[in-house]
């Protein structure tokens, strides 16, 4: 079976041709580079994405933040209940790269922090 | 009045690279004024990932990306203004600036470089006919609503403008919760990048309508629903196409526009189709010594390419202020139409490879993009896709044009 994919690595979203036999894919047209390939192959197997959000804070404010690591598709929303589930309470304000949450719903992700905020 | 070497106006990814670079390049004396009251630009409500790729060869957000930008920065003696508004520069390079910390000042700079980015086109879009109730916002608002205040907007909504900020919307309100029942857009194609349709819009079902615009608004008080209908080749509504979709949202993603008040305060002429200044390979504008970069010169969709240019007139400026910028020619660059527009429109010295940022204005498929100087092909490259939502660059090499050269022209040609 063959289809359209557009990869989403990185901005020049190439248009990838896939052939699957299956579950397996046999052929990748297309990609500009070789991370296509690989895209094209979790995204038929296993699609998974990386999820930015934000948290509110014990205090009251809203900082970035992402899973460190892609989570599988299926999971996104459950994710993101979690993530809102947590509220911080940073004593010393927040650094790029704290970890709020380890191994979020076992994905092997972690939730990480993505700008400084420091209390005034 | 205080003296100073540079003065950098704008404190986000443009500004800050500019910077650094003017201050690696010799400058010292470098003061930047940031009306907000922090450095990052609008990177700070990007919360999605996808900055950097080219720069730093990872996938950050932006707010990521404004720290790094930042954190190089704040290892220099720059001196950083927050919370300052430029309100004026005269031809003459004196800036007249307003804080609450030091009320009304006047800083007279040896150079300038102009970063004030771009703002959101707004007010075409609301020549729809119907009421004007509340639940109406532009898509860089309700970004700055859900994102920085944590207040979501609302939970039915509807985006007429599929550029990237209405896609990273479409999927930001969805993650919160939200339901995204149509994004429509009056063109036959998207303007924003294909991994955003992908993964704003196809990852999460949400429909997105081409050649399609709100024809109505409804509601008293707050917008219960929209009619929308499709539309020809000339953008005119086709009647019985109308169909009604119930929303308690309408987020306008119309497009962005540079911020250019105060280049005009200085009486610089703007491209009318940029919207930016007109300016050199150097990133100089009409008057010496005043440099812009990001996207108060043209909108970019892509963080790296700002930076790229931010240093290009951080460099450019450090020559200027030690009286070194080579300027050998005056030739025009100009485009076929196909390619809208591309930057920079004036090439005064060609002793070193110059890239030529452009946008094409439609969808081409295999097309080869030219550089003619007089009529003579000096570059080409074959492009198996050109959209108008992504900038490319092509090159045109050292000492491909003279100062005999009366035109260089970029332009696209079947293969
Ligand atoms: C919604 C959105 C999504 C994007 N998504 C991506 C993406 O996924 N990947 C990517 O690589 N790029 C993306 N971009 C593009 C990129 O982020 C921007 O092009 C870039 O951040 C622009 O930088 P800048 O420094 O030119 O402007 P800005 O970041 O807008 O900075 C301009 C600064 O100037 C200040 N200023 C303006 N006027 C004055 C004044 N009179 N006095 C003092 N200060 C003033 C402003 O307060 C602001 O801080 C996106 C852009 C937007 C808007
Ligand atoms: S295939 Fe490579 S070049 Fe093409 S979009 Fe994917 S990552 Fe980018």
Do not use: W
């Not at chain 2, 009286?323 to 002793?351: A, C, F, W």
Request: glycine residues 10%; hydrophobic residues 35%; contains cysteine.
């Amino acid at each position: 079976m063959k289809k359209n994919l557009t990869c989403i690595v990185c901005p020049l979203g190439c248009l990838l041709e896939v052939e699957q036999e299956g579950n397996e894919v046999v052929s990748v047209e297309g990609n500009g580079c070789k991370r296509g390939r690989d895209y094209a192959v979790t995204e038929c197997t296993n699609p998974q994405r990386v999820i930015t959000t934000t948290v509110r804070t014990q205090d009251g404010y809203i900082i970035p933040v992402k899973t460190d690591k892609a989570i599988p598709k299926s999971m996104i929303f459950e994710c993101m209940r979690d993530i809102n589930s947590l509220c911080p309470d940073g004593q010393n304000g927040y650094t790029v790269g704290d970890i709020l949450c380890r191994n979020i719903l076992g994905t092997d992700a972690n939730v990480v922090v993505c700008a400084d905020v420091r209390k005034v | 009045m205080r003296n100073v070497d540079l003065v950098i106006i704008g404190g986000g990814p443009a500004g800050m690279c500019a910077a650094v670079s003017a201050y690696n390049a010799g400058v010292e004396n470098i003061l930047i004024l940031e009306r907000d009251s922090h450095l990052g630009g609008i990177l700070q409500q990007c919360i999605h990932n996808g900055f950097g790729l080219h720069r730093y060869k990872e996938e950050l957000t932006g707010p990521e990306y404004a720290f790094r930008c930042e954190a190089e920065l704040r290892k220099l003696p720059v001196e950083v203004q927050c919370n300052t508004m430029v309100t004026d520069i005269s031809p003459e390079k004196m800036i007249t600036a307003m804080s609450s910390e030091r009320g009304i000042e006047k800083i007279g700079a040896k150079a300038i470089i102009l970063a004030m980015g771009c703002r959101e086109r707004s007010k075409g879009a609301l020549n729809i006919p119907g009421t004007r109730p509340s639940g109406i916002f532009s898509a860089g608002t309700a970004q700055k609503y859900v994102n920085m205040m944590g207040y979501m907007p609302g939970k039915n909504v509807v985006i007429l403008g599929s550029g990237d900020i209405g896609l990273i919307m479409a999927r930001r309100m969805t993650l919160e919760g939200a339901r995204v029942h149509a994004v429509c857009e009056v063109m036959p194609y998207s303007g924003g990048l294909a991994r955003n349709i992908q993964q704003c819009l196809n990852d999460f079902d949400i429909p997105l309508y081409l050649s399609h615009t709100v024809t109505e608004i409804h509601g008293e008080h707050r917008i219960e629903g929209v009619t929308i209908s499709e539309v020809d080749e000339k953008m005119k509504p086709i009647q019985g196409t109308e169909r009604f979709i119930e929303c308690d949202t309408l987020l306008l993603s119309v497009g962005l526009i540079p911020e250019n008040e105060l280049s005009r305060s200085a009486g610089l002429n703007l491209d009318s189709v940029t919207k930016g200044c007109f300016v050199d390979q150097n990133r100089e504008t009409e008057i010496e010594g005043v440099f812009a970069c990001g996207n108060v010169l043209h909108v970019h969709d892509l963080a790296d390419f700002v930076s790229e240019e931010g240093e290009i007139a951080g460099e450019s400026a450090a020559l200027y202020i030690r009286n070194e910028l080579k300027k050998s020619m005056h030739v025009p660059v100009v485009t076929d139409g196909k390619i809208r527009y591309s930057v920079p429109q004036i090439v005064t010295d060609n002793t070193k490879n110059i890239r030529l940022y452009y946008r094409a204005g439609a969808v081409f498929s295999d097309v080869k993009v030219n550089v003619l100087a007089d009529g003579v092909v000096v570059n080409s490259v074959k492009k198996k896709k050109l959209v108008p939502g992504e900038m490319q660059y092509i090159e045109l090499k050292a000492n491909s044009v003279s100062e005999n050269t009366a035109e260089i022209k970029v332009c696209i040609d079947k293969e």
